[in-house]
Structure formats: C-alpha cells, structure tokens
C-alpha cells in the first residue's frame, strides 16, 4: 500500500513539475560569443497574476538571486550582477534579461521563477554555452600542375570549428578535403582544411569558406583566385623582356641607402655644430671671468719707465766716452809759494 502511494506521488511530482514547464515558454539552451551580450527570455503562456519575477543563476552551492521584478517595487539588479545584468523589457508575463559582455563565469544554468497568486511559484530553467570564434583565413596557392590550386581555410574556436570550403561555379570542384587539428593553450582549437581547385581557365573563379561552431552563427570568407603564373615545362625562364620589379626593388634599395647615409651626415654635422658652439661658449664664459690685459694700457704704464732707463743708458754711454782719456791725476806742487804784497798793503 506504501509503495503505491510513494510510486503516486512520484507520477503527481513528474506531472506538477511538466506542467509548470508547460506554461513558461523559454529557450533550454542559448548559445552566445565570448565578449558579446546575450538575451535570456521566459514567457508566461497562459495569463497570471504575478506579484514577482525573480532570476536565479545555479551555482555549485546553490542559486543565488540576480535580480528581481517586483509589481509594487519595480525592478532592482543585485549588488553583484550591476555592472554585468540588466533587464531588457518592463513586463511581469514576459521578462528579459541581458547578460553582458558574457565570458566563462556568466556560463551555466539560470532559473525564472513567477511568484503567481494563488498558484504559487512557477519556475523554468534556460542554459547559456559559451563559444568562441575567430574570423576564417582563407588562402590560395599554386600547385605543381598550372591548371590546379590548392585552397586552404583555417580558423580558431572553441570548441573546434566546423570547416566548410566550397567553389560558387557549378563546373568546377574541390578535391577531397585534408584537415589538421591544432589545440592552443588558451583552450580553443584552431582547424586547417585544404583542397585542391582543377579545371579552371581563368582567373573570376570565386572560392569561399564557411566556419561554425555548435549551432552559433555561421561566418563566412570568399577570394577570388589569383592569375598564377605558369612555368615552362623544361624548368626554363621565358624570356619576357626587362624584369621591372626587380629594376623598381633597385632602386627603392639605393634609395633608402642614399636616404640613410643622408640622414647620418646630417646628424653628424648637427653634432659637430652643437659641440663648435659649446666650445666657443666655453671660451666666452672663461673671457667673461678673466678680463684679458689690453696692450695699449700696458704700453702706456710701461712707456715712461722705459724711456727713463733709455735717457739713463744713454747718459751713460755718453759719460763713459768722456772719460775714455783719463787725465793724470793733479799732484799738489811741494814748493812753497811766495806771498806777495802788495804796495798798499806795506804802507
């Protein structure tokens, strides 16, 4: 009797809870770029009286509130999620929110959850996957055969990108495709597909790549093919005149040679003026501290001076000549003079 009745509740739990899925329509999986903003969406599909929209976000310990929308109150973000949360449309049967610039932490599972009155509390739950994709590289290159090319396309994503070449005429085809897998430490995964191209006389052929990753978006590339330049048979350059490219890689060499040594002697004599000038400033600073002596105000002090020693040279000279002949020397007379009187002087 127990076990029919547990077995009872089950069944009722199962139908309650597809029945509250039943009427809340949302999306259980939305796929978005890495760094762009996403719109998660649940709708009421039959109309109640909603008191409150409340949006939970799942975590390994439980939901935790990221907003709410209130009948009385209005709309209010949590602390947590305000620079990263926002609603996108007032509305207690159809709510909205938008989830920025969305990286690895926004992933996972969130919960929308009607507070009706009298039914109670209606909850739906819609999922965010992250991808990331990154512009395809497409290429074209010769071949060994001059009616072939091969076409490559890579691209970078995770998880891996899907890779699709393909040709847009109808009488042309890709030769079975060969693709290289290469993880990148970053966790995403970058896809190489190549193919050849034959068949083609000239050079309009379109070639375009698609890439995809999951059920995301898909991004596409196209180039036009090349004219490819086909060499004899016998290994031999054709001789088709003056080769212009080189003559114009020669010349913008000896250009930029010419410029470069231009620019060196130029840097060189600014150099050389720069340490000229700084000298002859030098110079000046040490002419400005040590007033030079001028030459006429020294002639002049020594000029008197000088002519005093030249009169004294030349009194000199003339007294030395003078006495070249020395007179002999006035020996007084010993004979004794006779005193004379006059007659006056008897009488």
């Not at 509305?91 to 009155?117: A, K, M, P, W």
């Not at 002596?293 to 030349?314: D, F, W």
Request: glycine share 6%.
């Amino acid at each position: 009797m127990s076990h029919g009745v547990f077995l009872h509740l089950i069944c009722a739990f199962g139908l309650f809870h597809e029945g509250q899925t039943a009427l809340i329509q949302t999306q259980q999986t939305v796929m978005a770029a890495v760094g762009r903003e996403v719109c998660l969406n649940c709708q009421l599909t039959q109309p109640k009286d909603v008191l409150q929209v409340t949006w939970q976000k799942r975590l390994p310990d439980g939901e935790k509130n990221v907003c709410t929308d209130n009948k009385y109150f209005g709309q209010r973000v949590n602390r947590d999620f305000r620079d990263k949360v926002k609603f996108k449309a007032a509305g207690l049967q159809n709510s909205s929110i938008v989830i920025r610039e969305v990286s690895e932490l926004d992933e996972g599972c969130y919960h929308c959850l009607f507070n009706t009155d009298p039914e109670g509390a209606l909850t739906a739950t819609t999922c965010l996957r992250l991808y990331e994709l990154h512009e395809p590289i497409l290429q074209v290159r010769e071949s060994n055969s001059p009616e072939e090319v091969v076409v490559s396309c890579s691209a970078t994503g995770r998880p891996a990108p899907t890779v699709t070449l393909r040709v847009l005429q109808k009488d042309l085809h890709l030769s079975p495709y060969s693709s290289v897998t290469v993880p990148n430490s970053n966790g995403t995964v970058t896809v190489t597909t190549a193919a050849v191209l034959s068949g083609f006389n000239d050079s309009s052929t379109q070639v375009g790549c698609a890439v995809r990753v999951l059920s995301g978006p898909q991004m596409e590339a196209f180039m036009m093919i090349p004219e490819v330049k086909q060499s004899p048979a016998d290994g031999f350059a054709e001789d088709s005149g003056p080769d212009h490219s080189d003559f114009n890689l020669t010349w913008i060499i000896a250009f930029a040679f010419v410029s470069v040594v231009g620019c060196v002697i130029a840097v060189v004599s600014v150099l050389l003026r720069q340490k000229q000038r700084k000298s002859v400033s030098h110079r000046d600073c040490e002419d400005v501290k040590t007033p030079p002596k001028t030459i006429g105000h020294t002639l002049e002090n020594k000029t008197p001076l000088m002519q005093q020693e030249n009169e004294q040279v030349r009194h000199r000279g003339n007294t030395s000549t003078v006495k070249k002949e020395p007179s002999s020397p006035k020996v007084p007379s010993l004979t004794p003079k006779r005193l004379q009187f006059s007659p006056k002087s008897a009488g």
